[in-house]
């Protein structure tokens, strides 16, 4: 039998292992990686900080990156006197697009994982949401099918790509119309209107952007919201990550204490976790656009363009799209009104 000195070393000792295995809270004045880099982890990405203390409690997720507040120059976005779209013709599918047509389905990219937008539903297995019916109207509209469509999974930073190559025909992925993205891609008129908000969990002290000074706000990588939030909120760190689900998941485990984007994205966050509220005045208003690859000489994607368009004037007129808005962001967002229809002038 143990004397007691003994067996109170021996708890003490226990104790110590214990507590040395347990999770640790975070410290929120420590800094966070800079850098998770899956595909080439001994090549420091852009913002990694020499030396950087990691912070204690869950790892950040896979393939982020921690950009300290003032690091990196915001880049201007432009939304504003952006060039019209093609507008659409008096020709049938046959004639627009006959290799889509030929093929029998239009491939789409999207994401799986934008709750209301464009998701995988756990229960069916089916995806759902307001850009996956889009895709079907679309479908609709070239085969007399909605149902002839090729779903292709994509991450933001990857939708220029994507086109160019050829891996898609079209992208349909809460892809803002800008100066800068009308260089490399040719859209549609606009299908969504959005403003740009916060999202932070409910008990939050943070009501607005300009109370975000030592913070930490996520975006998605690839996305406008990364210049946004350099732009509003300049005292603040970034924290980018391959996914928004990724950026719920680092507010829900406390890794970040905001993440900034479109409103009807933050609306499938908030339809995911009730224990998180969006907040603050909009910090800017932006356009969503299907994605259609650049005109070249080998490929003339004029018509596929004419033909998503004359979708998007269909849907307007004949109440489709309010129908679509009303089932998945009436219980979150006000009804918008749709900005003007913009053709360019052709010769």
Avoid at 55 to 78: D, H, K, R, Y
Avoid at 133 to 138: G, Q, T
Avoid at 141 to 155: H, L, N, S
Wanted: proline share 7%; aromatic share 6%.
């Amino acid at each position: 039998m143990k004397t007691p000195a003994i067996a109170t070393a021996a708890l003490a000792a226990l104790a110590v292992s214990l507590s040395a295995c347990a999770p640790q809270p975070r410290n929120p004045n420590a800094s966070a990686p800079a850098v998770i880099n899956d595909v080439n982890p001994d090549k420091p990405a852009e913002g990694y900080v020499p030396n950087a203390a990691p912070a204690a409690g869950p790892p950040l997720p896979a393939g982020s990156v921690f950009e300290p507040a003032g690091s990196v120059e915001a880049s201007e976005i432009l939304t504003e006197d952006l060039e019209g779209s093609l507008r659409p013709d008096d020709k049938e599918p046959e004639q627009r697009v006959p290799p889509i047509l030929k093929r029998g389905r239009i491939i789409v990219g999207v994401d799986q994982s934008h709750n209301l937008l464009s998701y995988r539903d756990a229960a069916s297995g089916e995806l759902r949401g307001f850009e996956v019916d889009l895709a079907h109207e679309i479908a609709r509209d070239i085969f007399g099918d909605p149902g002839k469509v090729d779903f292709r999974y994509i991450e933001s930073s990857d939708r220029e790509a994507a086109l160019a190559s050829g891996a898609v025909d079209i992208v349909i992925r809460t892809m803002t119309i800008t100066s800068a993205r009308q260089r490399q891609v040719e859209f549609s008129i606009p299908y969504l209107t959005t403003q740009t908000r916060m999202l932070v969990s409910k008990g939050s002290e943070i009501t607005s952007v300009s109370e975000t000074a030592g913070k930490t706000i996520c975006a998605a990588d690839g996305s406008t919201a990364i210049d946004r939030i350099r732009i509003e909120a300049p005292d603040a760190d970034i924290l980018s990550t391959r996914s928004w689900g990724d950026c719920l998941m680092a507010l829900q485990l406390h890794e970040v204490d905001a993440v900034v984007t479109d409103d009807t994205l933050l609306s499938g966050m908030v339809d995911q976790d009730p224990y998180t509220q969006i907040v603050g005045e909009s910090m800017a208003t932006e356009t969503y656009g299907v994605g259609v690859r650049k005109p070249d000489r080998e490929y003339d994607s004029s018509g596929l363009v004419r033909q998503v368009n004359s979708t998007l004037e269909r849907i307007r007129r004949d109440g489709t799209w309010a129908r679509m808005y009303n089932e998945w962001f009436a219980a979150y967002l006000p009804s918008p009104s749709l900005p003007p229809i913009v053709y360019r002038e052709e010769d």
